[in-house]
């Protein structure tokens, strides 16, 4: 079957479509417009059923498994993550199962060919000075390997990271770093020491700097309303009635030498009612 495909649209409404080379013209009418409608429909449903295909259950089980989180299956199957979730939880059931029976079984390489690892491992964290109830135990499976059994902890600030090999079918550990060998008395040296754990690398935050806070000015007091030029004048004058600025001196008396009175300058009542006119001081010593 011959492929068309949609040229364009010419002036009066009609599809121009593509067929081998050659232009074919398709008139616009509403059975068209139907058939556009039922395809779109169709490819809306074979879409859905594509969606609700059969999960790859064995698959996601797998990952899971291997150590990865729930949401990271999710983004990579580009799958619910609600629907991970139900089949994260009898996974999370198995590697509690694996850690379990690994901590239970016998340690082959015990010195008595009859120690539990957990026996062991529990003296061991005891001469530590680290409780059992402080450690966090994991397991991890890839494929169908043996597990990787991990405890972690904190002492005196290092993260301990011991790891084992375990194989459930015969029992067989093998130490993976030099904190497990210590906790399973494999190596009598001295307490290893590992490495801190290390800080985010988080970049520096932008400076800060405060800009130099400004010296805060007191408040200046109000000013005093300015008086008008007529108001101004009325209180000059008011000051100039009620305030003497040079206040006068006081009369000095001048003492005469006895013998020797003078006259004041001033007339008598006698004087003024007999005639008699003002005398000298030169005058009074004559007479």
């Not at 010195?111 to 529990?122: D, H, L, W, Y």
């Not at 305030?243 to 003492?255: E, G, Q, T, W, Y």
Request: net charge negative; no cysteine.
């Amino acid at each position: 079957m011959r492929k068309a495909e949609f040229d364009h649209v010419d002036e009066e409404g009609n599809l121009i479509l593509s067929l081998d080379g050659a232009q074919a013209v398709l008139e616009a009418s509403e059975q068209l417009e139907d058939a556009l409608l039922a395809s779109r429909k169709i490819k809306a449903q074979a879409a859905a059923q594509k969606r609700l295909a059969p999960l790859p259950i064995s698959r996601i089980q797998s990952m899971l498994r291997a150590g990865k989180a729930p949401a990271e299956v999710a983004e990579e199957l580009q799958v619910g993550e609600s629907l991970i979730s139900k089949i994260a939880g009898p996974v999370e059931n198995e590697k509690r199962a694996a850690v379990q029976q690994f901590l239970s079984g016998f340690y082959q390489k015990a010195p008595m060919r009859k120690e539990r690892v957990a026996e062991i491992i529990s003296r061991s964290l005891s001469r530590i000075g680290v409780k059992k109830n402080a450690v966090r135990w994991s397991a991890s499976r890839e494929g169908r390997g043996p597990w990787t059994v991990t405890a972690e902890f904190d002492r005196d600030g290092n993260r301990w990271i011991p790891s084992w090999s375990w194989d459930g079918q015969d029992n067989s550990i093998s130490s993976l770093n030099e904190e497990a060998r210590y906790l399973l008395e494999e190596d009598s040296g001295p307490l290893p020491t590992p490495q801190p754990p290390k800080k985010p690398d988080i970049p520096p935050l932008p400076s800060q700097k405060k800009a130099p806070a400004q010296k805060k000015k007191a408040p200046e007091p109000p000013s005093a309303p300015q008086a008008s030029s007529d108001e101004e004048a009325e209180a000059e004058e008011v000051e100039t009635e009620l305030v003497d600025p040079a206040p006068k001196p006081k009369p000095r008396i001048a003492f005469q030498p006895k013998g020797k009175m003078q006259r004041k300058g001033v007339p008598s009542w006698d004087d003024i009612l007999f005639g008699g006119g003002v005398t000298s001081p030169q005058q009074s010593e004559e007479s």
